[in-house]
């Protein structure tokens, strides 16, 4: 059977495919589709972690306890679960496990542009790069047998445009993999110092048999065009690189990536007058080519940012003088990122926009980070998941050292960034002392990658019911003394509840409680809260409007000012009727509709 699919939903398969008993992650984009699309198979066991360091570590019990395991994470969620990704490389496995790693060259939705191939090297776990869908399913499938017979995670590296783009697959059949009966291994998993030096040698030991085992990988294969010219390449840039290049060249496709093949390599740099190194961001591939004495064009030549997309290919190497090499230059159309329609995140933007003299915002990741543009300016650094609160705590510290400092740290955070590890950060708050301004955004859901369950959402991976984890009672517990829940949409209770923490010595924090507009599962007991919202729109009554554009300040996508009439009109396919724009209108001039009689 053939089907068109991503390379998440490959990925999905080939766990299917290979007899995974479980399966764990943090949703990050651009790796959020694998674990949704695995959570379809009722022969796998598939469950949300609060972050990444838990994903893997579950999955580490999982492989220890003698079950086929798997965990995902987009490039950043890595460095959160470097911790035991480390300690796993030297103990090695049981049950076969692979962890996907979901690069974001151009970082579209990311901080920063990491290159992971450095994991498995500095890990010294092998690694694996597939450039399309059905490689992406046939090398997981692969990857479990690697991973058991040099007993190693597998670190399976994949980017952006794997990930996302389609082709068609192939299917195979589910290998039926029985469980290892547990066995107490303690030289093996109780990694003290002592068995940590001896587990040391058996990691080098078996980079040495992956180094054999990568020179006749079938992974790792020449494409001869007969051609003076020859370009090595892996995962995506190796599809970039045919797009561009066409048969002009001939290439060596690497889709086992560490170790390296040296023998292979080299003797592909000896055929060819001109060698060219086609990778995103480091120069991983073309690093070790120079250790082996080779000459190649690389970084040279090519960016080291963003994604090396045909047209980039084209753009640096038509100063090679390569014959059929041509490009046409497009136009795009910039599409600023903004919150959707009925957010509610606005309605707190706005009013905390008008503190803007007296605050300092310490931002975090999610969609509040939208908040950096226009019209609400109110980000003054984003760092990682749960930095917010820490970084804000140690922010106020030094400007209380200050004794004409008048500002005040507000540390913004969402509901799934609290549980990933913003608990922690607001920990230290309260152990030492902090007086920040704490805000967490509940939206009941991690809105950012696409509406995703949370511990604070009431349901599990697979639509169950589970505990909701109460966030105001859970910084009580903590130690905070101020706590306020409101709704975000009420400007008049957001503006109270402001003024309220700003007069307070002491560390606060401030709950908004409304649902993603997208949102589309609701527990019972949300239903009496939630009942009314979003069923009548709001529009504008012309006469009324004066153009003051006061209202377009809310930052909505729904409110469009007419120039030709110098009027604001609403978008009623968009609008939901949160009200945010009503209650900004100075001439009362945007009302319910069916109450502007």
């Not at 039926?176 to 030289?187: A, H, S």
């Not at 494409?223 to 995506?236: K, P």
């Not at 008008?354 to 300092?360: E, G, H, L, V």
Request: hydrophobic content about 35%.
């Amino acid at each position: 059977m053939k089907k068109i699919l991503s390379g998440n939903e490959a990925v999905a398969r080939g766990v299917y495919e290979a007899s995974v008993h479980y399966a764990s992650a943090y949703p990050g984009t651009p790796s959020t589709e694998i674990l949704q699309n695995i959570s379809t198979h009722d022969e796998i066991i598939a469950e949300w972690a609060s972050n990444e360091k838990v994903a893997l570590e579950t999955v580490i019990g999982a492989s220890i306890a003698g079950g086929r395991s798997f965990a995902s994470m987009k490039h950043v969620g890595v460095n959160v679960a470097a911790d035991p990704l480390f300690t796993f490389a030297y103990t090695g496995v049981t049950g076969g496990c692979v962890l996907v790693t979901a690069d974001e060259p151009g970082m579209h939705s990311s901080q920063n542009e990491q290159d992971n191939r450095n994991y498995a090297k500095f890990a010294k776990i092998p690694m694996m790069e597939p450039s399309n869908s059905q490689e992406s399913k046939d090398m997981i499938v692969d990857a479990y047998e690697l991973s058991e017979e040099y007993n190693s995670v597998v670190l399976f590296r994949m980017t952006t445009r794997v990930c996302h783009s389609k082709g068609i697959v192939e299917f195979g059949n589910r290998k039926e993999v029985k469980l290892i009966p547990y066995e107490k291994k303690f030289d093996k998993y109780v990694a003290v110092p002592a068995i940590g030096r001896k587990l040391r040698h058996k990691v080098e030991e078996r980079i040495n048999r992956l180094k054999v085992y990568s020179e006749t990988s079938k992974w790792n294969y020449e494409v001869d065009n007969n051609s003076t010219t020859g370009v090595i390449s892996s995962g995506i840039s190796y599809e970039y690189a045919k797009e561009a290049f066409g048969e002009t060249v001939s290439y060596l496709k690497l889709g086992f990536t560490y170790p390296l093949p040296s023998k292979l390599i080299s003797d592909f740099c000896d055929k060819y007058d001109k060698i060219f190194i086609i990778e995103e961001n480091d120069p991983y591939i073309e690093d070790f080519v120079k250790i082996l004495g080779k000459e190649c064009i690389g970084k040279d030549l090519f960016p080291y940012t963003g994604e090396m997309t045909p047209d980039v290919i084209k753009k640096y190497a038509l100063s090679q003088n390569l014959d059929g090499i041509e490009l046409d230059e497009d136009l795009f159309v910039g599409r600023p990122p903004t919150f959707c329609s009925g957010c509610p995140h606005r309605g707190f933007f706005y009013e905390l926009g008008k503190k803007r003299k007296q605050i300092i915002v310490a931002g975090d990741i999610g969609c509040y980070s939208l908040a950096v543009g226009e019209p609400y300016n109110m980000m003054d650094w984003l760092i990682c998941m749960g930095a917010s609160l820490s970084s804000g705590h140690g922010a106020q510290k030094i400007l209380d050292l200050d004794p004409n400092n008048k500002k005040r740290i507000v540390s913004i955070l969402g509901d799934s960034t609290f549980f990933h590890t913003g608990i922690n950060s607001l920990i230290n708050t309260v152990y030492n002392g902090g007086n920040t301004i704490n805000v967490i955004l509940d939206n009941r859901t991690t809105g950012m990658t696409g509406q995703q369950d949370n511990p604070g959402s009431g349901f599990k991976l697979q639509g169950d019911y589970s505990t909701i984890l109460d966030i105001e009672a859970m910084v009580k517990a903590i130690g905070i003394k101020h706590v306020r829940r409101i709704n975000p949409n009420d400007l008049e209770l957001v503006k109270e509840t402001i003024n309220w923490a700003l007069e307070l010595d002491e560390a606060s924090v401030i709950i908004t409680d409304w649902p993603c507009v997208l949102k589309k599962k609701y527990r019972e007991e949300d239903f009496g809260l939630y009942n009314d919202m979003w069923k009548t729109k709001d529009i504008v009554i012309e006469d009324k409007c004066t153009g003051c554009k006061i209202c377009l300040k809310s930052g909505c996508p729904s409110l469009i000012f007419d120039p030709e009439n110098k009027k604001v009109i609403i978008d009623s396919n968009t609008c939901v009727g949160c009200d945010v724009c009503l209650q900004i209108c100075p001439f009362d001039a945007i009302v319910k509709e069916g109450l502007d009689e």
